[in-house]
């Protein structure tokens, strides 16, 4: 087999591929140093950010990217965007959102976050019961707090509903959508046998 040399699109689709998954096993493994480790993670984020900002600037796609949609790398798997989400909302749960979406300051402390000041006893919980779903399960909600009584019947309060939204609007930041590709994963908000958001 002397001379033959691989199609050139495909050398480079796994020299990019190959640099990645070296990085990512620098920066994971175990003797690796601070210094090196701190290198491999910035040339990592560099070459995540150009391929991020490549995607975003085809002119060509039709495609609509989350907020947070890099943090988790673009072939992470749902259990990963699952463990970012449970992050997020740890974090939260202390800080207001920013200004802007994708960032979580302590800045922020005026803000008004749902997520925040939810009642103590709110937990959540955020799992992938199956291939392509994330399911943001409210527990915990006080009858009082989540629940008003409208002409008799009771249905879910504002304040129940606008956190709600808030989770499922940090859920859709790490999702992506377009008319030439399927969504990452679809979500939902539930409380109790309740979906408020599909």
């Not at 527990?139 to 509903?161: F, M």
Request: with cysteine.
């Amino acid at each position: 087999m002397d001379g033959w040399l691989p199609a050139r699109g495909w050398t480079m689709m796994a020299g990019h591929g190959l640099r990645i998954s070296r990085l990512r096993m620098l920066i994971d493994h175990p003797r690796t140093g601070d210094a090196e480790r701190a290198a491999a993670q910035r040339m990592l984020d560099r070459i995540q950010r150009k391929s991020a900002q490549a995607r975003r600037n085809n002119p060509s796609a039709d495609r609509t990217y989350g907020a947070r949609y890099d943090r988790v790398g673009r072939h992470a798997g749902l259990e990963q965007v699952c463990e970012m989400i449970r992050a997020d909302i740890a974090l939260a749960r202390t800080f207001a959102m920013y200004d802007r979406s994708d960032v979580l300051d302590a800045r922020a402390v005026d803000a008004h976050s749902a997520i925040r000041d939810a009642p103590v006893q709110v937990t959540y919980s955020v799992e992938t019961p199956m291939h392509g779903r994330i399911v943001i399960t409210i527990d915990g909600v006080p009858r009082d707090w989540g629940w008003v009584t409208r002409d008799g019947v009771e249905i879910v309060s504002p304040e129940l509903q606008t956190l709600a939204e808030q989770l499922a609007d940090l859920m859709n930041d790490y999702n992506h959508d377009g008319t030439d590709t399927n969504r990452r994963f679809f979500g939902n908000v539930r409380v109790l046998d309740a979906t408020l958001i599909w």
